[in-house]
């Protein structure tokens, strides 16, 4: 064989050598150009970035000839890449997408290395590179050769990664790179219009959703949202418009705001309104009245944003609370109030009146005691300052028993007599238009209540009586007994009682209620007067007093025929009288004694007339003007004293406290109490040891004299 035939054998092989490669380049050159017109027309109808990688590895793979074909999703909280699709052998080592995108060991292989530096990563022999290092020994199947690694922006952000491995040292010609990078941007665009789309669809749910809640947050509000333009011309008004002012939804679109506020309050609702549609106006608020479509009038407390340069409002918002109910209940609280303290200055004007009494009374009856026996003018002018003190009494009763918060004092009372008694008092107390009757019935048994607090119940419903006739009229009292078939008709009226009651009457030919109204009479703060007229309590402690008595309260009325309301107490056994009507009265000066007697009362002229009484008839007298001045004068020296005879209520030391600090310091010494208040209707500091003594102001001579000696009698027992 020559040197030439060696020669030309040579380079024979050498050229068919190259064209076996460049024929094999071609093939797999064709085969990428196939990858990439196959991925493109995927991303033109694939949505879901899921399905569109798992194509596009099976696409690699498949049609490419690669071996393997891996995408993922950098996670840029975690800063590792977390695998979405794969396919081929790389399939089974997805482990390996969980490497770290951080310039760490773990982080330098192609995938790590891509995404750090946003640029492709070619590696033609993955045996000799020493980047592949970690890589060879974590991931992937060992006779893999070469890799290409392609990072995906979305927006200028890496945020996939797409790698392809072949078993081939050298796959990746320059060609063959410039095709892959350009499939990589062709996938990138994808990506960014799905990110696109998803960030659209997600924003018009938000959107939707958002829409929802606020539509829904106006249409289940309570209060009033109206929409307006600049010349106050209704564009929206939510559903509660219906509720608040009776239209019926959509309504009053179209007409002005205006329309509906009251005459006297147009030029404050007005100047708001320009002041709201100045330039850059802070919401202006306003209290006004807005006319129901009854024809009534709401108050409303509204809040007004200029919004015409807000796109897709351009309106003024109002915002509306109905007040009405509000500012009445306000109203009606500032009148309890006035009430309360109306009733703590009767109480102290009560108290104080009981003392003038009290002296009027005792010196009228001492000055009696002088006189001779027989028919005088000086003796007939004596009675009539006694009887007037008597009324006065009485009255002091009224303002004690309405300024006073206690438990009741039920026992069997004289109807009758109690009707006559608030008959009297109503003539005086109501105009003269008005007439007043008391009917009484026959054979009407005494009834168990608190006689005070049924007086007052009836005052309370004439008063509405008075109001409901304010041009004059009719006013009946009455009391019967009620019980068999009268009973029925109170069926509704309350809780099953007894079956026989006594029941007074207050009957009036005024205005009457309709049947709604007579439903809600019974509810706290209801009422029908005007506001600042009336605190609509008075039906409501007239059925909670009922209620405390165990009777029943039953209303009957019809408009323009007048009103009946029955107070139905259960029947007593026997009439009650004071306990100082249960003592039998007796001649004055034989009630005397000789035993030592401590007075203590802060109004002097009460004191001394008291001291007189004692010693006329007898008794030793030492007086002291409050609690701490009676400590000392029985810490001195002298008479032991038998009997301290206090008021209850005075400026320093009142009558209990003494009561508790006697006992303590010098243990038992017997005591009378005088005051206006029952014992049971003390508490707190005045509150007094059952079994004390007791004598109720105004005192007369006789009453005053038997609560001394029945005091001093009393075998010694209990506290006192």
């Known amino acids: 064989v020559t040197l030439a035939t060696v020669v030309i054998y040579s380079l024979a092989r050498t050229i068919g050598g190259r064209l076996d490669r460049a024929e094999a380049d071609a093939v797999r050159l064709n085969r990428l150009y196939a990858v990439v017109s196959q991925t493109n027309e995927l991303l033109t109808r694939v949505s879901d970035t899921t399905a569109l990688f798992g194509e596009a590895c099976r696409i690699a793979v498949e049609s490419g000839g690669f071996d393997s074909a891996v995408a993922g999703f950098v996670d840029p909280v975690t800063h590792r890449v977390r695998p979405l699709a794969a396919f081929g052998r790389m399939a089974a080592h997805l482990d390996y997408a969980g490497v770290s995108v951080d310039d760490a060991p773990g982080g330098r292989g192609p995938t790590g290395t891509a995404v750090r530096e946003r640029r492709p990563y070619i590696c033609q022999d993955i045996a000799s590179d020493p980047r592949m290092a970690h890589w060879r020994a974590t991931a992937g199947p060992n006779d893999l050769a070469s890799a290409a690694t392609f990072p995906l922006m979305t927006h200028g952000v890496v945020t996939h990664v797409y790698s392809i491995f072949a078993r081939e040292v050298g796959r990746f010609t320059d060609e063959q790179v410039r095709l892959l990078e350009g499939l990589a941007e062709d996938i990138s665009y994808a990506l960014g219009a799905l990110e696109n789309d998803r960030q659209h669809a997600l924003a018009e749910r938000r959107l939707v959703e958002s829409e929802h809640q606020f539509r829904t947050l106006i249409e289940s509000s309570s209060?009033?949202?109206?929409?307006?333009?600049?010349?106050?011309?209704?564009?929206?008004?939510?559903?509660?418009?219906?509720?608040?002012?009776?239209?019926?939804?959509?309504?009053?679109?179209?007409?002005?705001?205006?329309?509906?506020?009251?005459?006297?309050?147009?030029?404050?609702?007005?100047?708001v309104i320009a002041l709201t549609l100045t330039p850059h106006a802070a919401p202006e608020s306003v209290v006004c009245r807005l006319r129901h479509k009854s024809g009534t009038w709401r108050l409303m407390e509204s809040v007004a944003w200029n919004m015409l340069d807000v796109e897709g409002l351009a309106g003024v918002v109002i915002h509306s609370r109905d007040v009405t109910d509000r500012q009445a209940l306000e109203a009606q609280l500032r009148q309890a109030q006035k009430m309360e303290t109306v009733g703590q200055l009767a109480g102290g004007i009560a108290h104080d009146f009981n003392n003038i009494l009290s002296v009027v009374m005792a010196n009228a009856d001492l000055i009696a005691a002088t006189m001779p026996a027989g028919p005088g003018d000086l003796v007939e002018e004596l009675r009539d300052v006694h009887s007037a003190a008597e009324r006065g009494k009485a009255m002091v009763q009224q303002l004690m028993s309405f300024s006073r918060i206690?438990?009741?004092?039920?026992?069997?009372?004289?109807?009758?007599?109690?009707?006559?008694?608030?008959?009297?008092?109503?003539?005086?107390?109501?105009?003269?238009?008005?007439?007043?009757?008391?009917?009484?019935?026959?054979?009407?048994?005494?009834?168990?209540?608190?006689?005070?607090?049924?007086?007052?119940?009836?005052?309370?419903?004439?008063t509405n009586a008075r109001d409901a006739m304010p041009d004059g009229g009719q006013l009946d009292l009455a009391a019967r007994r009620m019980g068999g078939d009268d009973l029925p008709v109170l069926d509704a009226a309350g809780p099953a009682g007894p079956s026989d009651y006594v029941c007074l009457a207050v009957t009036d030919t005024g205005s009457g209620m309709d049947a709604v109204t007579l439903k809600r009479i019974f509810e706290p703060f209801f009422?029908?007067?005007?506001?600042?007229?009336?605190?609509?309590?008075?039906?409501?402690?007239?059925?909670?007093?009922?209620?405390?008595?165990?009777?029943?309260?039953?209303?009957?009325?019809?408009?323009?025929?007048?009103?009946?309301?029955?107070?139905?107490?259960?029947?007593?056994?026997?009439?009650?009288?004071?306990?100082?009507?249960?003592?039998?009265?007796?001649?004055?000066?034989?009630?005397?004694?000789?035993?030592?007697?401590?007075?203590?009362?802060?109004?002097?002229?009460l004191r001394?007339?008291?001291?007189?009484?004692?010693?006329?008839?007898?008794?030793?007298?030492?007086?002291?003007?409050?609690?701490?001045?009676?400590?000392?004068?029985?810490?001195?020296?002298?008479?032991?004293?038998?009997?301290?005879?206090?008021?209850?209520?005075?400026?320093?030391?009142?009558?209990?406290?003494?009561?508790?600090?006697?006992?303590?310091?010098?243990?038992?010494?017997?005591?009378?109490?005088?005051?206006?208040?029952?014992?049971?209707?003390?508490?707190?500091?005045?509150?007094?040891?059952?079994?004390?003594?007791?004598?109720?102001?105004?005192?007369a001579l006789t009453e005053m004299l038997e609560a001394v000696r029945r005091a001093l009698d009393a075998p010694r027992s209990g506290s006192s």
């Open 527 to 605: 009422t029908t007067k005007p506001v600042g007229h009336g605190t609509g309590l008075g039906m409501a402690m007239v059925s909670g007093l009922m209620s405390q008595h165990g009777g029943l309260v039953h209303v009957t009325s019809q408009p323009g025929r007048g009103t009946i309301v029955r107070l139905c107490f259960p029947v007593g056994e026997t009439i009650a009288r004071p306990p100082a009507e249960q003592v039998k009265r007796g001649d004055p000066r034989a009630l005397r004694g000789n035993e030592t007697v401590l007075v203590v009362e802060d109004e002097p002229a």
């Open 608 to 699: 001394r007339v008291a001291q007189r009484i004692l010693e006329t008839h007898g008794y030793r007298v030492l007086t002291a003007e409050d609690g701490d001045a009676a400590l000392q004068v029985l810490a001195e020296p002298g008479p032991s004293v038998d009997l301290i005879f206090t008021d209850l209520v005075m400026p320093k030391a009142g009558g209990a406290e003494l009561h508790r600090r006697v006992t303590r310091q010098f243990g038992f010494r017997k005591f009378l109490v005088a005051s206006g208040y029952s014992p049971h209707e003390t508490d707190g500091e005045h509150a007094l040891p059952a079994g004390v003594p007791f004598v109720k102001k105004p005192w």
């Open 223 to 271: 209060d009033l949202i109206t929409i307006t333009d600049s010349a106050g011309v209704i564009r929206y008004q939510s559903p509660s418009h219906q509720g608040l002012l009776g239209f019926e939804p959509g309504e009053r679109l179209g007409c002005n705001i205006l329309d509906l506020v009251h005459a006297e309050d147009m030029d404050r609702v007005q100047r």
């Open 406 to 462: 206690g438990v009741l004092e039920v026992r069997p009372t004289d109807a009758g007599a109690l009707v006559a008694r608030v008959g009297g008092m109503l003539r005086r107390m109501l105009p003269a238009n008005i007439s007043v009757t008391v009917t009484v019935g026959a054979d009407l048994p005494p009834m168990l209540a608190d006689a005070g607090a049924a007086e007052q119940m009836m005052l309370n419903l004439a």
